[in-house]
């Protein structure tokens, strides 16, 4: 199960964040157009969320990184390609498991 979230203003540009549910989770996953980019959105729910796991899909290779928000809340992000998606379940069970809260 999932949602969108849409942010959209006048003077900034439309992002798409997915809100993906797993395991009582809910993770936030940011859709870029290139292999870079900032991650606003992800960011600000990153800083809200009880966890540290967020997720980047994007035209590069698999990688998972520690991160910090630009109001300081640390973070793992796992970086998939577009290609992976349909394994996002697969995946997300890897981080998880791999990557325990405690950074």
């Known amino acids: ?3 969108i979230f849409l942010k959209s203003h ?3 540009q439309a992002e798409v964040v997915i809100i ?3 395991k009582n989770l809910l993770i936030p996953i940011e859709i870029k157009s290139g292999k870079a980019g900032k991650l606003r959105s992800l960011n ?4 809200r969320a009880p966890h540290p796991y967020a997720v980047r899909m994007y035209a590069s ?3 998972i990184e520690k991160h910090k928000t630009p109001s ?4 793992y992000l796992m970086n ?3 290609y992976l998606a349909t394994y996002i379940d ?7 498991t791999n990557y325990k809260q405690g950074l």
């Open 20 to 22: 993906y549910n797993y």
């Open 44 to 47: 600000q729910f990153v800083d």
């Open 80 to 82: 998939l390609p577009y």
């Open 72 to 75: 300081g809340t640390s973070f």
């Open 90 to 96: 697969l995946y997300l069970t890897f981080f998880v």
């Open 61 to 63: 290779e698999f990688s």
């Open 10 to 12: 006048v003077y900034a």
């Open 1 to 3: 199960m999932y949602s």
